[in-house]
């Protein structure tokens, strides 16, 4: 036993000789520098492991600075939206305004076409809607207003004045079903009456069947009812039917009635003729034939 302890001991120190041996040879073999070795197997071991670990953060980073791109762009969004929306509502409270003062410029150039003493006056109201409705201008009788003076739009002939209170007046338009006006047709120079049939229509009342009437023709005031000059624009047929021994002439008013904020009253009982203007009103395409 005691012998086979010993061999047992000395088969130890054997084996770690030679192991000793191995390192020491391994270590002359690998150089004047053994730890260069290593760290070159170490770099060739983690050598992908950095690569990816690289390419992970650079990702990591482009993520990262994608996130805060979006995060501005949104922010830089908002703010235009929120511009935009500004813009709109000035538009939106400006919109009116302009519109106004480019009618305003129109109807000045259509009052300085008019030898006539005219009054501006400002549709305050619209009620065409409901029965007997109408306009409501914001001068009366205190300016010198009376029932039966003619309104006139730079675009047509709106009405006439129905009643006048001190300081506003109700304006009976030409498409109500009691308003009347006298007429005449632009090409065959036939005059007839016209009568309101409902919003921005009316029909021509009294024209032969006798007379060539046709679609698109320009209708005028004829001035026989003493409200209306002669040769103000009314509107335009827009069609023409046959019926017993006249015909039944539909025209479609030129003036937007549904649309106006300003208007000229013209004098009481005008004389029937008027010269004509030597140009027709600025951006009205419109004046007297």
Do not use: C
């Amino acid at each position: 036993m005691a012998t086979r302890a010993r061999w047992r001991s000395a088969g130890w120190q054997a084996w770690l000789l030679a192991l000793l041996w191995l390192g020491h040879g391994l270590w002359v073999m690998s150089g004047r520098w053994p730890g260069l070795g290593l760290v070159k197997a170490l770099n060739f071991i983690s050598g992908p492991v950095l690569k990816i670990s690289a390419k992970w953060e650079a990702r990591r980073v482009a993520r990262s600075q994608t996130t805060n791109n979006l995060s501005i762009a949104e922010k830089e969004i908002a703010q235009l939206k929120a511009r935009i929306g500004l813009f709109e509502l000035q538009e939106a409270r400006e919109g009116p305004r302009r519109s106004e003062a480019e009618e305003a410029i129109r109807l000045l150039g259509l009052k300085q076409q008019l030898p006539l003493e005219t009054k501006a006056a400002r549709v305050i109201a619209n009620t065409r809607t409901a029965p007997f409705g109408g306009l409501v201008i914001d001068q009366g009788s205190e300016l010198g207003l009376q029932p039966d003076q003619g309104v006139i739009a730079p675009e047509g002939v709106v009405g006439r004045i129905w009643s006048a209170g001190p300081r506003q007046a109700s304006v009976l338009p030409l498409d109500a079903y009691n308003a009347s006006t006298g007429v005449m047709l632009a090409r065959s120079r036939a005059t007839g009456v016209l009568q309101g049939t409902g919003p921005g229509k009316a029909e021509i009342r009294y024209i032969s069947s006798q007379e060539g009437v046709q679609v698109g023709e320009a209708v005028y005031t004829s001035g026989l009812d003493r409200i209306f000059p002669r040769g103000l624009l009314i509107g335009f047929v827009s069609q023409v039917r046959p019926r017993d021994a006249e015909l039944k002439v539909e025209v479609s008013l030129s003036a937007p009635l549904d649309r106006l904020y300003l208007v000229l009253v013209l004098p009481s009982k005008p004389p029937i003729e008027v010269s004509s203007p030597a140009a027709p009103p600025a951006g009205s395409g419109k004046g007297l034939p």
